[in-house]
Nanobody
C-alpha cells in the first residue's frame, strides 16, 4: 500500500530548477514531520530537508540557500523547491513521513529520479 505519492523529478541542466511534490494521506500528514531524503549510487541515503508541523525547517549543509522545503496543510502536501541545481545533486529523492507517535513506523514514497547535467 502506497501512503506517499511523489512527483516532479526529471532531468535538468546545471543551474536549473525543479520542484518535487509529495502528497500524503490526511491522517499521516497531520501527525508527521515531513522530509526529503536522497540516495546517490554507492552512497548512504541522507536527509536533505525536513519540516515540522509548526513549519520549522532543517537542511543539510550542501543545499542551504538553494533548496526550500514547505508544506501545505490544506492539501496534505510537502514540496521541495530546488534551485541552482548542481551535478552532485543527482540522486533518487524520497519523501518521508516521520510519525510523532512513539513506536510507529515511518512512511516512504517510491522515489523519484533527479538528474542534473553539466
Amino acid at each position: 500500500q502506497v501512503e506517499l505519492v511523489e512527483s516532479g523529478g526529471g532531468s535538468v541542466q546545471a543551474g536549473g530548477s525543479l520542484r518535487l511534490s509529495c502528497v500524503a494521506s490526511r491522517m499521516i500528514f497531520s501527525i508527521s514531520t515531513m522530509g526529503w531524503y536522497r540516495q546517490a549510487p554507492g552512497k548512504q541515503r541522507e536527509l536533505v530537508a525536513a519540516i515540522t508541523r509548526g513549519s520549522n525547517t532543517n537542511y543539510v549543509d550542501s543545499v542551504k540557500g538553494r533548496f526550500t522545503i514547505s508544506r501545505d496543510d490544506a492539501k496534505n502536501t510537502v514540496y521541495l523547491q530546488m534551485n541552482s541545481l548542481k551535478p552532485e545533486d543527482t540522486a533518487v529523492y524520497y519523501c518521508n513521513a516521520d510519525l510523532v507517535i512513539p513506536g510507529r513506523r515511518d512512511y516512504w514514497g517510491q522515489g523519484t529520479q533527479v538528474t542534473v547535467s553539466s
